[in-house]
């Protein structure tokens, strides 16, 4: 089945860590560029980071740049977000996005999304 | 980087209704433009792609238009199913933006 599978959302401190993982599924992963899209409660939808299908590009929004770092391993299918000094406003379910066609394009899969909380 | 603002942010209609949803880009995004349904507790589906183009799967009820600044997305013949929030997303910088959502609710 196509999909892709979020994992290791959390309860974590302000100032913590965590790592989401997005492994993918009946696909060929290192065709496409992937992103991560997060909800946080009662907002709408924040676009946090891109990576190029081959991992050598990476993008991030303002409001994450030098404390998230997106990553991917095509030999496992898997997109990776290492988070660092967590903020309470980066609470939030996150989603793992395969982009349509090209580095910059729509997001035509998501996946069922990895909720992240960060209280004390 | 580029705002997108929807409007209206609430809609109420009716079954059988056609409703319009307007997105407007804080400068041109030519037609690098998405819209996206979301249900309560669910990922986000892609409705349009490139302002116009429909996604395989969607009902032709959904249809997309515009260029540069202004676009619209028009349900035709609103269904039980289409009750949902939906969202614009631009793609035209690597900066990816979506609008803040308009919530269609049944009248």
């Known amino acids: 089945e196509v999909q892709l599978v979020e994992s290791g959302g959390g309860l974590v401190q302000p100032g913590g860590s965590l790592r989401l993982s997005c492994a993918a599924f009946?696909?060929?992963?290192?065709?496409?560029?992937m992103s991560w899209v997060r909800h946080a409660p009662g907002k709408g939808l924040e676009w946090v980071s891109s990576i190029s299908n081959s991992g050598d590009t990476t993008y991030y929004a303002e409001s994450v740049k030098g404390r998230f770092t997106l990553s991917r391993d095509n030999s496992k299918d898997t997109l990776y977000l290492q988070m660092n000094s967590l903020r309470a406003e980066d609470t939030a379910v996150y989603y793992c996005a395969k982009r349509l066609r090209y580095r910059e394009d729509a997001f035509d899969m998501w996946g069922q999304g990895t909720m992240v909380t960060v209280s004390s | 980087d580029i705002q997108m603002t929807q409007s209206p942010s609430n809609l109420s209609a009716s079954v059988g209704d056609i409703v319009t949803i307007t997105c407007r880009a804080s400068?041109?995004?030519?037609?690098?433009l998405a819209w996206y349904q979301q249900k309560p507790g669910k990922a986000p589906k892609l409705l349009i792609y490139k302002a116009s183009s429909l996604e395989s799967g969607v009902p032709s009820r959904f249809s997309g238009s515009g260029f540069g600044t202004e676009f619209t997305l028009t349900i035709s013949s609103l269904q039980p199913d289409d009750f949902a929030t939906y969202y614009c997303?631009?793609?035209?910088?690597?900066?990816?933006?979506f609008g803040q959502g308009t919530k269609l609710e049944i009248k």
């Open positions: 009946g696909f060929t992963f290192n065709n496409y560029a």
């Open positions: 400068r041109s995004i030519r037609s690098w």
């Open positions: 997303q631009q793609y035209d910088s690597y900066s990816d933006t």
